[in-house]
C-alpha cells in the first residue's frame, strides 16, 4: 500500500516556475514508476510526465515538454516536478500517481497506475 501526497502547488502569475513534490505518507517510492497527471476544470486527465523507478527514463507530454523537468530522490521517498514559464493552460489539479515495477515501462494511460495523491491546484493567471 502507497499513500501518497501532493504538495507545491498555487496561484502564480503566466512566466512563473513551480516546483511540485510528491511524498509517500505510507510504503515506499523506490520500487515504483512515478508520474504526474493532472486535470483542468472540465477537462480529461491528461498525462504530464513519467519517471522509471532509478530515474533512467522519463518521458513527458507534448504540452510540457521543454518546461517541465520531472526527478526524484528515492532516499526521501519523493517525486518532483519542475514547471517553468507557466502558462494560463498550465491551471490544473496537478496529480501523483504510481505504478509497482523496476522495468523501463513508461505508461501514459491513468489506468495503468494503481495509486494516485489527493492532488494539489495550481493556478496560472495571466
Known amino acids: 500500500q502507497v499513500t501518497l501526497v501532493e504538495s507545491g502547488g498555487g496561484l502564480v502569475q503566466a512566466g512563473d516556475s513551480l516546483r511540485l513534490s510528491c511524498t509517500a505518507s505510507?510504503?515506499?517510492?523506490?520500487?515504483?514508476?512515478l508520474a504526474w497527471f493532472r486535470q483542468g476544470l472540465g477537462k480529461e486527465r491528461e498525462f504530464v510526465s513519467v519517471?522509471?523507478?532509478?530515474?533512467?527514463?522519463?518521458v513527458y507530454g507534448d504540452s510540457v515538454k521543454g518546461r517541465a523537468t520531472v526527478s526524484r530522490d528515492n532516499a526521501k521517498n519523493t517525486v518532483f516536478l519542475q514547471m517553468n514559464n507557466l502558462k494560463p493552460d498550465d491551471t490544473a489539479v496537478y496529480y501523483c500517481?504510481?505504478?509497482?515495477?523496476?522495468?523501463?515501462?513508461?505508461?501514459?494511460?491513468?489506468?495503468?497506475?494503481?495509486?494516485w495523491g489527493q492532488g494539489t491546484q495550481v493556478t496560472v493567471s495571466s
Open positions: 519517471i522509471t523507478w532509478n530515474g533512467g527514463k522519463t
Open positions: 505510507e510504503g515506499t517510492l523506490s520500487l515504483h514508476v
Open positions: 500517481a504510481a505504478r509497482p515495477g523496476r522495468a523501463d515501462y513508461t505508461p501514459r494511460q491513468s489506468g495503468e497506475y494503481r495509486y
